[in-house]
């Protein structure tokens, strides 16, 4: 597992389903990569650096990484020329849609306050 300070025993023993959930997706960037994986079903490295407006490359490949550690991401490498890489959601990684879907609800419904469709442009 990717690591962080969440897993400090200490901290883990206050709640440890939470504190374990929060040490997989408590990065700045996992809910939107999970989320735009599971709404195209497939993602390359350049279509999310795209969507994730402001992420650096590092960023991205540090989150990807430690999603796939994780075992939320499976990542597909491509022996061509130039490499293709795609990612799509494990096993794991669809169990937790319905935890997206509904945090989507709750944010449209919540947060977005415009009466809008909640995705942006």
Not at 9 to 33: D, F, H, N, Y
Not at 53 to 59: A, E, K, L, P
């Amino acid at each position: 597992m990717a690591e962080n300070k969440f897993q400090n025993k200490e901290v883990m023993a206050r709640c440890a389903p939470m504190s374990r959930l929060q040490s997989v997706i408590g990065g700045k960037w996992k809910i939107l990569i999970l989320w735009y994986v599971s709404f195209y079903k497939v993602q390359r490295f350049g279509e999310l650096m795209r969507r994730l407006d402001g992420i650096t490359q590092s960023t991205l490949t540090r989150q990807l990484r430690e999603l796939e550690e994780d075992g939320f991401l499976h990542r597909e490498i491509y022996k061509e020329i130039p490499p293709r890489v795609e990612y799509t959601l494990t096993e794991l990684g669809e169990s937790f849609l319905p935890v997206l879907e509904t945090m989507f609800a709750w944010s449209q419904r919540f947060l977005h306050g415009d009466g809008g469709d909640g995705f942006l442009q």
